[in-house]
């Protein structure tokens, strides 16, 4: 978490990638377009957006679900993406687990809990006997702070919060190196969200884990992220650090995003402007667009004249800050 | 506030039974409610508390399993609890009462075009021709923001966005200008800022057409936004009402604390946020005393023996928590909503984390 | 009054002690798939004295030929025509036939071979089509072929495969379980393939493709489990309509030879004297419909009670 950018590892790499569906018309529907960032060890990169923005997809490819139709993905220097030999396959499922959305989709509902759990550790015999299996699941299920005694119930005797938990402790019993999780709480009732953001943080630090937290709102992301990409309509329009993407919002779209996050608070939500994000106030000239670095750490979707705008914001806004 | 607007819907002490198999599930236990004309009150709670089940009571529309066993809804010097046949709720439901749940796919018939779904609510309810109803409907549409109007008239649901869609659903719940908006869950199936433009039309509507909107959400930002009054739902009973003012700067009840303290809007990188332990209780089972008991950490010992009265707190708010008892230690709430305006105001404020211009 | 019970006993307004374990645990007792599928069944009474008769009617046609030792081709009592058409009395259950023989005797010893047949052949086919069709559900390569294996093989006429292999193969148990077999099974593969593609995409399948999971452990632990009732339905209906075949293809003369007992001959033969004595057609045809409803009903109720929405 040092800011220091230089010294930073890169664990993993999205390298102008781009992924399309075959739709059964001619047309090709593209759900992401020259996707391009880093994300170093032991951050939590934040891919923030909404639904039909092409997050989920992006963060499938990662786990070699959804083919990327151009571009490359590297873990650890390594390429993921495309044909690899089916070692490799196998080290990128020992080393990058996902969480999902929907505690109650993701668990089989005819598995006990401890088969749910013990289901990486049979595929890649990652125990020396059935006793150390069995400690193992008991370890990943305190761990996340369920009781051994649940290894033998079904997911569908456990609440949500559980059930996610569950979900939690099958890839950490992987001992992985990165985490995908896709909108781990939104499906969750809003009094034991807390519960889950606290455990991810906690096995964070216990695990030296780096995450890719997808999310669609920004109020989560605050608490959660280092650092911040918000994709819109299949493009990634900003990225930057967690606390400059919150003081020095450039683009529209996440000025929009960030205007929309409601804040209990009646007196200042009275008051509080909601802003629109309208693409047609935007550089109409036909422009190329892309993803530059405005200032170091901190890039922007932008044509050449939107660029200069945005500097401009930004200088006033530092001369202000001075 | 204005203390003698008129009540214009009273719940009183009602109670909702489930047949499920062979067992029954209490699913609201005792809630009474007023509600004032012209205000928005809002219903907060998780799945499970009974608040989509208790507004359902308003408009008859339990399902088929459930039935009210105690209480009484007076409506008009109407019981509405008393109401059988659909016959019966003719000229409420949908005329005076409306509602509009999440998802506005399962309101929408999709295979009937966007105009015809208005109309037909219009010449049903008014009993008009098809052209004025048709005139009427146009300018409803136009009214919730849908542009150029009378050209999508004909179009199909699934020509609209999510956003639109909604429109489209508070379009048909206004159409008979009712007295009562019941808004389930309105925004939670939209993107997050498809949800503001929405609670916006809502609240623009409510000031131009003068109906009572009861909100029922999970969520205590949009709760903050839109309510005057709130209640806070759990196990099936409310809690704690009060003005919105009140019941965030001034929670009594464990459970609003709890519920307010758990926003990741107030956390700190790099602490804890705080978090509620386990799980909602089973309506299924026999509650005793405070249903929130087992999961409060601040429970006290009469909490499991004995169901805590409302206690008073101020003209317009009231708490249902033995910490309100004269007898009961003194209790701090917790130090993440103490101030709350002061640190939310310094979040938007210029310089704040979710400061916007 | 309540006042009362609480003024007397003021520590009850301290804290409470709060341990933040004690609401992860889980009060209900211990659920488990089969004893619940167990319990559900045995729930319905109805069902219970269903099963218990289909238990007694199968015993009873698996032992009772042992007893009675009847062979199609002796017939003891040809040449004595008193005992031809007799009347069911006590002495004989069923009465007699044209050749006389106990009915009694020809009925069970036909309801034996129709049960064999039909549950040979299910089990041969749900074996081969439950195997397939997972397999085909899974590979969108296989999928390409296998759906014009499927199209030729199901539009093949059923009667005239059957006449050929007959000829071909001559007449008996085993062509006739062949015969049965060589095309049902594409129709449970197709049956389940479908099955298989509607779970297949599941938000849990893919958990445990990003855990590792082979295809065919999926199949075996986060597929057919949830196909246990669809299965069970399926073979409910099959059972009895293999019967049917089996005595419809016997009737037709492409079934068991004249060396078995069969039901379909049975009521063949005794079609003809259905003006004088129709007690020698019913009594084969109520067996008959006894047998493949009471079949049918008791595998549709566990085929019900298989389905956990049935549970709790």
Known sequence: ???????????????????????????????????????????????????????????????????????????????????????????????????????????????????????????????????????????????????????????????????????????????????????????????????????????????????????????????????????????????????????????????????????????????????????????????????REIRPGHFVFATDSEFEGYEEKLRSMEQEAK | MDETRNVIISAKDVEVKFRVRDKYLTAIRGVSLDLYEGETFAIVGESGSGKSVFTKTFTGMLESNGTISKGSVMFHGKDLTKLKTDKDWEGIRGAKISTIFQDPMTSLNPIRTIGSQITEVIEKHQGISKAEAKKQAIEMMERVGIANAADRFDEYPFQYSGGMRQRIVIAIALACHPEILICDEPTTALDVTIQAQIITLIRDLQKELGFTTLYITHDLGVVANVANRVGVMYGGQIIEYGTVEEVFFDPRHPYTWALLSSLPQLGIKGEELFYITGTPPSLFNEIKGDAFAPRNEHALKVDFVQEPPFFKVSDTHYAKTWLLDPRAPKLEKPEVIQDLHEKIKKMTDKGGAFHVE | MEEKILENKSDLFEFASFDKNESEHIAAPQYSYWKSVWRTFIKNKFTVAIAILLLILILFTLIQPMISGYDPLIAPNVNDPEMRFLKPSAEHIFGTDNVGNEVFDVVWAGARNSIIISFVCTFITMVIGVTVGAIWGFSKKMDKWMIEVYNIVSNVPFLLLAMILSYVLGAGMGTLIFVMCVTEWVFVAFFIRTQVMIIRDREYNLASKCLGTSTWTMIKNNILPYLISVIMTYVARMIPSLISYEVFLSYMGLGLGVTKASLGRMISIYTSYMNGYPHLFWIPVTVLAVLSVSLYIVGQRLADAADPRTHM
């Open chain 1, 1 to 291: 978490m040092s800011n220091e950018t230089a010294e930073r590892e890169v664990i993993l790499s999205v390298r102008h990638v781009s992924i399309s569906f075959d739709t059964g018309h001619k047309k090709k529907f593209v759900a992401v377009k020259d996707a391009n960032f880093d994300i170093y060890k032991g951050e939590t990169f934040a891919l923030v957006g909404e639904s039909g923005s092409g997050k989920t997809t992006l963060g499938r490819a990662i786990l070699r679900i959804n083919p990327c139709s151009e571009g490359e993905i590297i873990f650890e220097g390594k390429r993921i993406s495309g044909n690899i030999s089916r070692e490799e396959d196998r080290n990128v499922v020992r080393n990058i687990q996902m969480i999902f959305q929907d505690p109650a989709a993701s668990l089989n509902e005819r598995a006990t809990i401890e088969y749910c759990v013990s289901e990486g550790l049979y595929n890649f015999h990652l125990y020396e006997s059935e006793a150390d299996r069995i400690a193992k699941v008991d370890k990943a299920l305190q761990d996340v702070g369920l009781l051994p005694e649940h290894k033998s119930r079904y997911p569908h005797e456990f609440s949500g919060g559980q059930r996610q938990r569950v979900g939690i402790a099958r890839a950490m019993i992987m001992n992985p190196k990165f985490i995908v999780a896709d909108e781990p709480i939104s499906a969750l009732d809003v009094s034991i969200r807390a519960q889950v953001l606290n455990l991810m943080n906690k096995l964070k630090a216990e695990k030296n884990l780096t995450y890719l937290f997808i999310a669609h709102d920004l109020s989560v992301v605050r608490f959660i992220a280092d650092r911040i990409a918000v994709i819109h309509l299949g493009e990634i329009v900003e990225i930057a650090d967690s606390e400059t993407l919150f003081q020095v919002p450039l683009h529209p779209y996440t000025i929009s995003l960030l205007s929309s996050v409601p804040m209990p608070d009646p007196i200042v939500e009275r008051t509080r402007k909601h802003i629109d994000y309208d693409p047609s106030k935007l550089d109409q000239s036909g422009a190329k667009r892309e993803l």
